[in-house]
C-alpha cells in the first residue's frame, strides 16, 4: 500500500510559477514509476507528466512540455513538478499518481495509487 499526498498548488497569475511535491508512504517508493495528472471542472483527468522509478526516463504531455519539469528524489519518497510559465489553461486540481514497476504511462488507467489532489489556479 502506498499512499500519496501532494502540496504546493495554489494561485498563481499567468506567467508565474509553482512547485508540487508529492510526499509518498512506505519503503518501497523506488519501485514506483510515478506520475502527474490534472482535471479541470467537467473535464477529464488528463496526463501531464511522468517518471520512471529510477528517474532515466521522463515524458511529458505536448501542452506542458518545456514549461514544466518532473523529478524524484528517492531517499526522500518525493516526486515534483516544477511549472513554469502558468498559463489560465493550466488550471485543474493535479494529482499524482504511483504505478508498480519500472516504466511510467501516461494511461491513467495504469495507475495503482493516487493522492488526493492540489487545486493550482492561474489568473489571467
Known amino acids: 500500500q502506498v499512499q500519496l499526498v501532494e502540496s504546493g498548488g495554489g494561485l498563481v497569475q499567468a506567467g508565474g510559477s509553482l512547485r508540487l511535491s508529492c510526499a509518498a508512504s512506505g519503503r518501497t517508493f523506488s519501485s514506483y514509476a510515478m506520475g502527474w495528472f490534472r482535471q479541470a471542472p467537467g473535464k477529464e483527468r488528463q496526463f501531464v507528466a511522468a517518471?520512471?522509478?529510477?528517474?532515466?526516463?521522463?515524458d511529458y504531455s505536448g501542452s506542458v512540455k518545456g514549461r514544466f519539469t518532473i523529478s524524484r528524489d528517492n531517499a526522500k519518497s518525493t516526486v515534483y513538478l516544477q511549472m513554469n510559465r502558468l498559463k489560465p489553461e493550466d488550471t485543474a486540481a493535479y494529482y499524482c499518481?504511483?504505478?508498480?514497476?519500472?516504466?511510467?504511462?501516461?494511461?491513467?488507467?495504469?495507475?495503482?495509487?493516487w493522492g488526493q489532489g492540489t487545486q493550482v489556479t492561474v489568473s489571467s
Open positions: 499518481a504511483a504505478r508498480r514497476g519500472y516504466l511510467s504511462s501516461v494511461n491513467v488507467y495504469e495507475y495503482d495509487y
Open positions: 517518471i520512471s522509478s529510477s528517474g532515466g526516463n521522463i
